[in-house]
């Protein structure tokens, strides 16, 4: 067996505080696995923070700097210096491995344990589970361990996952990650709200890269290109529901909308647009609704008395059947992009909150039949979660279909992946309701505090870690794994370099 390099020694500390002393010319890193054997057992810490330390009293040390610095001797030095100065490490136990058993660690290493940084064999209880999702490899310090990280994509996409994090620190590139990893899987349809355009790739690379693109990912875009879709959605096929917690109302123009909506039914908003003039609606009321219509949908009347929309998405004649023919793709474990690059935010929304409320509505009825069974998890990437999850949002326009779904999608088989900057904004009752948090880096003192007070493991000391967190490092923190995973995150560009090329290999192999 090769000789494990031995990085320091136990030398005090409490539970969630170990001091482990480096050895001089060894680098502990902050966020660092180490290893402290036991009989029968592995413990793995983790390094949160680091100090010096000495033997030497400060004031003789500062003597000593300053009779160097000042030109007294530059030869002065102490004796035996790596007895005497050294690092301290504080680390607290994460795991306890007890040959395939990964424990809460519930006792201290031996005092004076040796230490020694973390290998791959360590690691040998990192599987791969059924339904894997591709998070990318286990890091120790900004190290990378050939250790690959799944997670189970049934449990974990069911139980929402949130991805908070600074601009600019990897949240898009892992989910793109993540989905290259499941489109050849149709145990999961995932609904991409796409407000860059970033995903498809339309410039560069793109999940329309994947060999397995061609049967199971669907792009709406209202500027397509050939072979793919036009995003246009039929106005009547929005409900008056599909605006609840979205766009807000008045009591007056609820009314005016119930009534229009029980007159004309599906062209309801048609109705509204040309100003047909219903008993009991005052024509203040549905001059207000034109114009609310027009800002949010972009529907007009030209002079001609035809109706027209400025980002042509909404139509009152063509589209009939887009909302439809995506929520059975997702039914089908298909992965559908819609580019809403050119809408306003509230149009976005919109129809994301038609599209999911046709699936929630499908796999209600499917549970209550008892075949929900059969049917694909659903979920649904939304950017900016805050929008629609925000506390003061939910106070004031009132709960939306993607709050739902965060409360009780669970029970149906739908869940979010919700991407935020500010993950502060969402309320705790529905953070605690998201089972994996995968957490990159965060400069906002604010924010991490409400990442780690969410958090399914105790992440008390790691504020310092995540704030020094690099671009694509990431901490895996879910209810779903034994403790809270450091992950590097591939760049996706190289991540689907190399398994195109894997799958060569493999078809190669097979032929
Ligand atoms: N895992 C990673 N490894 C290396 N570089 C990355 C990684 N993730 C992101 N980047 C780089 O950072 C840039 C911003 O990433 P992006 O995913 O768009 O961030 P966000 O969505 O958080 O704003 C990317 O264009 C890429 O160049
Ligand atoms: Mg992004």
Same mark, same amino acid.
């Given at each position: 067996m090769e000789e494990l390099e031995i990085v320091g020694q136990v030398v005090g500390g409490k539970t969630a505080e170990l001091l482990i002393r480096e050895k001089s010319g060894k680098k502990i890193e902050l966020g660092d696995l180490l290893i402290a054997e036991e009989e029968g057992a592995l413990l793995i810490l983790q390094v949160y923070d680091l100090a010096y330390g000495s033997q030497v009293p400060q004031s003789t040390r500062e003597l000593l700097a300053g009779l160097k610095l000042e030109g007294y001797g530059t030869e002065l030095t102490f004796l035996e210096p790596e007895l005497r100065n050294y690092v301290i490490a504080k680390a607290k136990a994460v795991a306890r491995i007890e040959g395939k058993d990964v424990k809460v660690p519930k006792t201290l290493p031996r005092f004076f344990s040796y230490i020694r940084y973390i290998t791959e064999k360590d690691l040998e209880f990192f599987t791969k589970p059924p339904n894997p999702v591709y998070v990318g490899k286990v890091r120790s310090g900004s190290k990378k361990l050939d250790v690959d990280v799944y997670l189970n994509g049934v449990d974990v996409f069911t139980h929402h996952v949130v991805i908070p994090a600074t601009? $600019?620190?990897g949240k898009s590139n892992l989910v793109k990650v993540m989905l290259w990893s499941i489109?050849?899987?149709?145990n999961f349809g995932v609904l991409i709200l796409d407000p860059h355009d970033?995903?498809? $790739?339309? @410039? $560069?690379? $793109?999940?329309?890269?994947?060999?397995y693109a061609k049967d199971s990912l669907i792009y709406y875009s209202s500027t397509p290109f050939p072979g793919t879709n036009t995003l246009i959605v039929n106005l009547? #096929?929005?409900?008056?529901? @599909?605006?609840q917690g979205i766009v807000e109302f008045t009591d007056a123009q609820l009314d005016a909308i119930r009534s229009y909506y029980n007159r004309f039914e599906d062209e309801w908003i048609e109705n509204i647009v040309r100003g047909t003039e219903v008993d009991g609606v005052a024509p203040r009321t549905l001059e207000v609704l034109q114009r609310k219509f027009y800002n949010v949908l972009g529907v007009y009347l030209d002079d001609d008395g035809n109706l027209q929309c400025r980002s042509k998405v909404f139509s009152d004649t063509a589209g009939q059947t887009t909302t439809k023919d995506i929520v059975n793709a997702l039914e089908k474990g298909k992965k559908v992009i819609v580019?809403?690059?050119?809408?306003?935010d509230q149009a976005e929304l919109l129809i994301g909150s038609i599209i999911v409320s046709e699936i929630f509505y499908r796999y209600q009825i499917y549970k209550s039949e008892g075949k929900l069974e059969d049917k694909p998890v659903v979920s649904i990437v939304i950017e900016e979660a805050p929008r629609v999850l925000g506390t003061d949002v939910l106070a004031s326009l009132g709960e939306n279909i993607y709050s739902t779904v965060a409360r009780e999608g669970r029970k149906f088989k739908i869940g979010l992946i919700a991407i935020t900057q500010?993950? #502060?904004?969402?309320p705790r009752q529905i953070l605690a309701n998201m089972n994996t948090k995968i957490i990159l880096g965060n400069e906002m003192a604010v924010e991490r505090k409400a990442i780690i007070d969410s958090?399914?493991?105790?992440? #008390?000391?790691?504020d310092r870690t995540i704030a020094s967190l690099d671009r694509g490092e990431a901490i895996l923190s879910s209810s779903f794994t034994k403790f809270a995973v450091p992950v590097q995150i591939p760049l996706f560009e190289d991540y689907i370099k190399a398994t195109i090329k894997a799958e060569k290999d493999k078809t190669i192999f097979v032929g």
């Open positions: 601009t $600019g620190r489109l050849d899987q149709p970033e995903y498809y $790739g339309r @410039h $560069g690379k $793109g999940l329309k890269d994947s060999p009547r #096929s929005i409900l008056p529901s @599909h605006f580019d809403t690059s050119r809408l306003l500010l993950i #502060s904004l969402i958090a399914a493991q105790d992440l #008390s000391e790691d």
